[in-house]
């Protein structure tokens, strides 16, 4: 049996802040992302645009050049280049929009880097799979898809464990914070520690909300140094369901019942009201 703590709007609010005369773009939290492929080069511009409208201060882009010119096309005050990621990092975001399948030695390499760097990660999509080995401090943001596969590859035997219980093993297991997306969202800790995200929404169930949620927890973290991964985790997932639920019309008294359709820009263009409010 674990216990489950649920996570709400307040604790949400404790890991946010208005910046002072004090600040500086670095002290807001620096994010650097490697995501995204010639193939998904949306996956890049749509992370991208999520650490910028959570509050990072600076967001670097390290990866191909069709994704490159994307994401300066959408966001021109980005930082790109080969030489990207030497500026001191708050937090990685990397994997979103990539396949494992078609992966160089260079990339593995260059990703393993940054897995055993002193930055922490938050690692999406096409990089999980080398959660495995890592040596630094990391969180992995499966669905459940991709969790099933991991605990095919960390031999973990389907033993009847609850999806929860199934969580904290993998995180203990990895010795890294595990987010199970959906719509209740779980995020555990290596030592234990477990709370329940149900802030989403139905129609977060599209392409590319994915990406968006990896960019607002690498924003996040960035911005809490001081806080453990697993609240900035879950910070993160409530801002990006509160931004689906205001990007689908589901907020205020007068909001439609069921809501309408979103994409995945919809809930990133959200994320800057949903903070607002937060910290009215």
Known sequence: MVDVREWSRSDTARLLRVPTSQDDKYSRGVVAL???SDAYPGAAVLGVEAAWRTGAGFVRYVGGRRAADAVLARRPETVTGADAGRTRVGAWVIGSG???ADRDDAERDALREILDGD??????AGAIDLAVDARGTFLITPHAGEFARLRT???LPDDGLTTEEAVVAVAATLGGVVLLKGARTL???PHGALVAVEEGVGWLATAGTGDVL????????AANPDRSLLEAAAAGAWLHGRAGRVAAGMTGNDSPTHGHPVV???VAEALPHVIADLLA
């Open 119 to 124: 930055a922490p990660v938050v690692v999406d």
């Open 153 to 155: 590859q960390l031999r």
């Open 264 to 266: 995945a820009l919809d």
């Open 98 to 100: 990539t396949d494992a």
């Open 187 to 189: 995020v555990g800790d």
């Open 34 to 36: 490697r995501t995204g």
């Open 214 to 221: 990896a960019g607002v927890i690498g924003a996040v973290v």
